[in-house]
């Protein structure tokens, strides 16, 4: 039997993306986090692996879901990542998480090369869209908000690999068949540690996939925005290919008083480190002017 509704005006209501608050999306995201905070023993995921992004940090997933998982009840996630014959991207998730178990489970976590992840990066390669790359120094916070909202550029962290491990530690132990998330050195501990050695070949290959016009936000608030010794100098900045690489734009990120401006010595450092074909630009912007492109939908293009 059909029950006919009275009193509501369906033609007025906002559509799913227009805010954040209105009653269809306010209560799908109640219900999202009461079904996730339910859950419990072994959870699994489909994620579609026929797009470029298939862990989307902003979807309901990512953004509701995953966070109000309680680790209390929850053993195991089981991620499935639903590959397209026809479609730019696929994986096979388990490939890839029994190559990068092979990285460093069974094996002292204090001698985890970076060259042990290759084989991880065969199966998972990376690939950034032309003119699309983003590196960045000191400004994580600052960065990742603006690229949250306005999806201009890849980061790192944007990646399949990089979404799904960032902010994660791990490591195996000698004579263990098991992945461990306590207990592991700290980043700075040793140089071959499982985390540090992954990130630092993850940000190499990233840097190689660099083509066209790449960018990256610096510091402005600090007395020397580029360090040779970062991800960014020692790393990614070597392994740019002129052959592949246009331009490497600086975006400075400054505060209303800034510490630093695009004739910084550091600046001139990184510019003389460049490969000579690769062009080279600086742009001081505003950490204000950032935000606001990203609120203001200003174009991609338009905001430095």
Known sequence: MSMLLTGFDFGSCPGWSACERHPVYSLWCRASQNFAEMACGNVTVLLNGSVVDAFNRESMFGSVELDSLDPCRVDHVNIKVVTDRDGPFMSDCETIWST????????????????????LFQVAPITTPRDKTMF?????????????????????????????LNNLSWCGKEGSSE???????????????PVRSFWTQGSTK?????????????NGNIATPFDNSSVFGSVEVPKLNSAKVRKLTVV?????????????????????????????????????????????????????
């Open 206 to 218: 990233f840097a190689e996939a660099a083509c066209g016009d790449a960018t990256v936000m610096l």
């Open 100 to 119: 990068f178990e092979q990285a460093y489970v069974g094996r002292d976590p204090r001698k985890i090369p970076k060259d042990a992840y290759n084989p």
């Open 179 to 193: 992945t461990f998330t306590s207990g592991c050195p700290d980043w700075n501990a040793c140089k071959d540690n």
């Open 136 to 164: 960045w120094s000191k400004t994580e916070r600052v960065v990742h908000a603006y690229n949250d909202k306005t999806k201009c550029f890849v980061t790192m962290e944007d990646t399949l690999l990089g979404s799904v």
């Open 252 to 304: 400075l990120v400054t505060a209303t008083t800034p510490v630093s401006d695009c004739s910084n010595e550091s600046l001139n450092e990184l510019r003389q480190k460049l490969d000579s074909k690769i062009g080279y630009e600086c742009k001081e912007v505003s950490e204000t002017r950032i935000s606001e492109c990203a609120s203001n939908d200003v174009s991609c293009t338009n905001c430095w």
